[in-house]
């Protein structure tokens, strides 16, 4: 009875494919089905380009916000120095008390501070004496130079020395001190650059060392002057930084999880060192130029150099086969997308562009804000560094001097917290406007 069925079902197949025009509508019904699925198969791949264009776009633009950050640490690092100088000039000298408070709370907003020391420039003749002083609070200290040879040695008498009378990492612990920064070539031609340009300089890459952790990193030389009895400035001595290059990099980075490949090397140097690698594939400069892939090229500026930061996108992570699922349903709602699709171009347009204004105003904010934390952070570590003061201090002169300076600290940031309020206030539209005569000659001068 089964064969009789299937004789049946197959013989009236056979007379409906001997008919010309139902055979004609099936082939047209498979020509439709086949072009369907051929267009639905392109609109996809679009679809995934699109994808994976705005996943890259997006990369690019989180990267750049990174970089911009590391730049920001950068210069936050290398303001401790200046800030050192502040306090020099506010007390006429650095004690190695004052100097560890104020790496404990300058390291506490930023990674990438090694260590931060002074060095006082003493005349070849005081250098016993200040070996003494010294050794009221350090007996192990003394003043001695490096050979050619990498040997310790007794300083030679010169005109002046320049001996690292203490030396603080962010730990609180003293790093071996009394080296003559003069001694090494290097340093005394950087020395003389950053007199000569009264302005902060920096080493090339170099080995540091703390503890049993060997890194590469750089130090920072930020020259100090007082002026003598007749008005000429006359320098005292450097602050100096050693900084931690990886750390720096990696506090910001360190969410990459391999989306990207980055390579810093120095612009500034013949040989250009590699500063920085996050993988061996791109351990020195020649391997970095010489990789296929895209990439994105920023630049650092670092104190009196500048660095170079290639960034290499990981593509692979902007397609993958878990993207194929949806296409099953995607070929259901073919005719249902064309219909929808139809009248949204208008409107993406105006999204697009609602989108890219926001989008700058949030720009905008980071900057600002990025510029505010900056400068905010100064009076603030002002106002720190004078209450420690204060609390120490017996002198009731110099603690109403001490005040005086704290309350002009924070009268900087009230005027500073003011600005951001009024910004917010402008932008909301609700600022108050109190139109006044003034003088146009005053606003040119």
């Known amino acids: 009875?089964?064969?009789?069925?299937?004789?049946?079902?197959?013989?009236?197949?056979?007379?409906?494919?001997?008919?010309?025009?139902?055979?004609?509508?099936?082939?047209?019904?498979?020509?439709?089905?086949?072009?369907?699925?051929?267009?639905?198969?392109?609109g996809f791949l679009e679809l995934q380009d699109i994808a994976s264009e705005r996943l890259y776009l997006q990369a690019q633009k989180h990267t750049q916000s990174q970089v911009k950050q590391v730049q920001t640490n950068l210069d936050i690092s290398l303001d401790s120095l200046t800030e050192i100088d502040v306090l020099f000039h506010v007390l006429g000298d650095v004690s190695r008390s004052q100097l560890a408070s104020y790496v404990a709370s300058d390291t506490k907003y930023h990674s990438g501070t090694a260590a931060l020391g002074w060095v006082p420039k003493i005349a070849g003749k005081d250098v016993e004496a200040f070996e003494k002083e010294v050794q009221k609070s350090d007996p192990s200290f003394n003043v001695?130079?490096?050979?050619?040879h990498g040997m310790p040695m007794s300083v030679n008498t010169r005109e002046a020395v320049y001996p690292i009378k203490f030396l603080i990492s962010p730990e609180n612990r003293d790093i071996k001190a009394g080296l003559n920064l003069a001694s090494i070539g290097s340093r005394e031609r950087l020395m003389n650059k950053a007199e000569r340009m009264e302005t902060t300089v920096i080493t090339q890459r170099i080995s540091l060392y703390y503890g049993n952790r060997q890194f590469y990193g750089f130090q920072a030389l930020h020259p100090i002057f007082t002026r003598n009895d007749l008005g000429k400035k006359q320098l005292v001595?450097?602050?100096?930084?050693?900084?931690?290059?990886e750390s720096l990099v990696e506090d910001v980075f360190s969410d990459n999880n391999a989306q990207v490949d980055i390579a810093l090397y120095d612009a500034n140097t013949s040989n250009q060192q590699v500063l920085y690698s996050s993988t061996d594939l791109l351990n020195t400069v020649?391997?970095?130029?010489?990789?296929?892939?895209?990439?994105?090229?920023?630049?650092?500026?670092?104190?009196?150099?500048?660095?170079?930061?290639?960034?290499?996108?990981?593509?692979?992570?902007?397609?993958?086969?878990?993207?194929?699922?949806?296409?099953?349903?995607?070929?259901?709602q073919v005719s249902q997308l064309s219909t929808v699709l139809e009248g949204t171009t208008s409107q993406l347009d105006v999204q697009t562009k609602l989108k890219q204004e926001a989008d700058k105003a949030n720009q905008a904010k980071s900057g600002l804000l990025r510029?505010?934390?900056?400068d905010l952070r100064q009076p603030l570590?002002?106002?720190?560094?004078?209450?420690?003061?204060?609390?120490d201090s017996e002198d009731k002169a110099e603690q109403t001097q001490l005040i005086d300076k704290t309350q002009i600290a924070v009268d900087g940031m009230n005027t500073m917290f003011g600005s951001l309020l009024d910004l917010s206030l402008l932008e909301s539209s609700e600022l108050p406007v109190n139109p006044e005569h003034f003088y146009l000659q005053d606003i040119l001068e």
């Open 1 to 42: 009875m089964q064969d009789t069925r299937m004789n049946t079902q197959f013989s009236t197949l056979t007379h409906l494919f001997s008919d010309k025009r139902a055979r004609l509508q099936a082939i047209l019904g498979l020509i439709v089905l086949l072009v369907g699925l051929i267009l639905s198969i392109a």
């Open 144 to 148: 001695y130079e490096i050979t050619g």
């Open 237 to 245: 001595g450097f602050v100096i930084g050693n900084y931690d290059i």
């Open 286 to 332: 020649d391997k970095v130029k010489q990789q296929q892939r895209q990439s994105w090229t920023y630049s650092l500026n670092v104190a009196d150099q500048q660095w170079i930061m290639v960034v290499f996108p990981n593509t692979d992570l902007f397609s993958g086969t878990e993207s194929w699922l949806p296409f099953a349903g995607l070929l259901r």
């Open 371 to 374: 510029a505010a934390s900056h």
């Open 381 to 391: 570590h002002t106002i720190g560094l004078l209450t420690t003061l204060l609390k």
